[in-house]
């Protein structure tokens, strides 16, 4: 049966399901071992300084990696809490607004100039608006943050070598040692959206909370079509995986994603969101395994529905789809070009 997410209601009613359904669910995969450490490793996430973002930042500086957040608020507080809470002192805070290019071109600067290496990246950041707001470049905000954000700075970071990879880099790693990998925060609420209107991408057409879901559910096709067809472009002629590609839905998250409620749904919220929805420690557990379990080397292209592996939409997975995304995402961007 289709999950509903088409309004703010329906969509809170599915999160309480699934949520209450997840401890029956048989084939879910048991997660990252304790084993699966990042010792020596760099890892990137945005998005970080709350909610399920910061609970990443938490457990993979906890299993030793070098953590940049890379957030929009909350420097320096959240990056001091991230330490303490992991007992890593290996974790930074760098500046990034994802509802405007220019910021992600310039963070992007900053790591190249830098000579960063990322090993991992998790692109989590994400907004639920309660009505039609434009980003700086004057695209739709969900458009621009869930989705186009996200290609503008993975087409940067791969470019500029800065994640290690052979198809545009021309960096790879030596035969044999660990591949980098990305890790897309999506959402089930990608299903419901109808075959994307590529040309009415870029274009802004106010909406209210009662349509906020159905725009959310149309960004997270782009980001869920995206993610597929990074991964096909990803990997070598060969058949071997340059650099891996994932993506899942955490499945409900006990965060601050409804800070933009009406007024009068938060006291409401609150307590649901509190009994039936996962902390963002639990719901982080998928996105750790896909940015650190050894026993995913060597894969590309996984979806997961908090810790069930399951292919996402078909129509996130037509090729065709997926060249339309990837060419709609780079006429967006070219409004906002990178330094020299």
């Known amino acids: ?41 760099t890892v990137m996430v945005t998005g970080s300084n709350s909610g399920l973002g910061k609970a990443v930042a938490v457990e993979l500086a906890s299993r030793g990696a070098r953590v940049l957040m890379a957030c929009r608020s909350g420097i320096p507080e959240a990056g001091h809490e991230v330490r303490a809470r992991s007992g890593n002192p290996q974790v930074e805070m760098l500046q990034v607004d994802l509802s405007d ?54 087409d940067r970071l791969l470019h500029d070598g800065v994640i290690p990879n052979d198809t545009w880099g021309g960096n790879g790693p030596a035969a044999g040692a660990p591949r980098s990998r990305v890790v897309f925060v999506s ?36 980001l869920c079509t995206y993610a597929v067809e990074l991964s096909r472009r990803l990997t070598l002629p060969d058949g071997s995986v340059d650099v891996a590609v994932h993506h899942l839905c955490p499945g409900p998250v006990n ?7 009406p007024a009068w749904a938060k006291p409401l919220l609150k307590p649901i969101m509190g009994l039936a929805f996962n902390s963002p ?60």
Request: charged residues 25%; aromatic residues 4%; positive net charge.
């Open 187 to 222: 959402s089930e609420a990608h299903r419901t959206a109808p075959r994307l209107d590529i040309a009415g991408l870029s274009r802004f057409e106010p909406f209210g909370i009662k349509d906020s879901m159905r725009y959310y559910g149309r960004s997270k096709l782009c």
């Open 101 to 154: 290019l220019h910021s992600v071109h310039a963070l992007c600067d900053t790591l190249r100039d830098r000579g960063e290496r990322i090993d991992v990246l998790v692109s989590n950041a994400g907004v639920v608006p309660k009505e039609g707001r434009k980003s700086a470049q004057g695209y739709e905000l969900m458009v621009a943050v869930n989705f186009l954000a996200g290609t503008v700075l993975l």
């Open 255 to 261: 965060s601050n994603m409804a800070r933009e409620a």
């Open 281 to 340: 420690e639990v719901a982080a557990e998928p996105v750790t395994y896909l940015a650190c379990a050894r026993s995913i080397e060597g894969r590309t292209g996984t979806y997961l529905h908090m810790l069930k592996e399951k292919p996402c939409s078909e129509l996130a997975l037509e090729p065709a789809a997926g060249k339309a995304v990837w060419d709609a995402a780079v006429d967006m961007a070219s409004v906002a070009r990178p330094s020299a």
């Open 1 to 41: 049966m289709q999950q509903r997410h088409d309004n703010p209601v329906s969509a809170i009613l599915t999160a309480i399901r699934e949520n209450l359904g997840r401890g029956k669910d048989s084939q879910r995969i048991p997660g990252a071992t304790p084993s699966d450490r990042l010792s020596g490793r």
